[in-house]
């Protein structure tokens, strides 16, 4: 099993910054994905950005140019850098990782609330 354990989340003025963090534990044997997703009520959760094995990464529309992922110092942990907030941003992030052992296992984060006031 895979644990992750986010921090980072809260509330901040429109314009502002936010640093999310995560980090992996347990039984992990090749990372082939790190990433983070979002979500509002009544809505699907959507990719936000993701960082891929070989270092290259991956935004959605909506967040590219404003934020960055990369990976952190500490090994397995993957810090997405969100500058230029926008109200719609609201949502409880998630981080995910993906990886390949005999087979392809996902796993989830609890969640941290991103909050932006207009």
């Known amino acids: 099993q895979v644990q992750l354990v986010e921090s980072g989340g809260g509330l901040v003025q429109a314009g502002g910054s936010l640093r999310l963090s995560c980090a992996a534990s347990g039984t992990i044997f090749s990372i082939n994905r790190m990433g983070w997703y979002r979500q509002t009520p009544g809505n699907q959760r959507e990719l936000v950005a993701a960082?891929?094995?070989?270092?290259?990464?991956r935004y959605a529309d909506s967040v590219e140019g404003r934020f960055t992922i990369s990976r952190g110092n500490a090994k397995n942990t993957v810090i997405l850098q969100m500058n230029s907030l926008k109200p719609e941003d609201t949502a409880v992030y998630y981080c995910s990782l993906d990886q390949y052992s005999s087979m392809w296992s996902n796993y989830w984060g609890q969640g941290t609330q991103v909050t932006v006031s207009s």
């Open positions: 960082i891929i094995s070989d270092g290259s990464t």
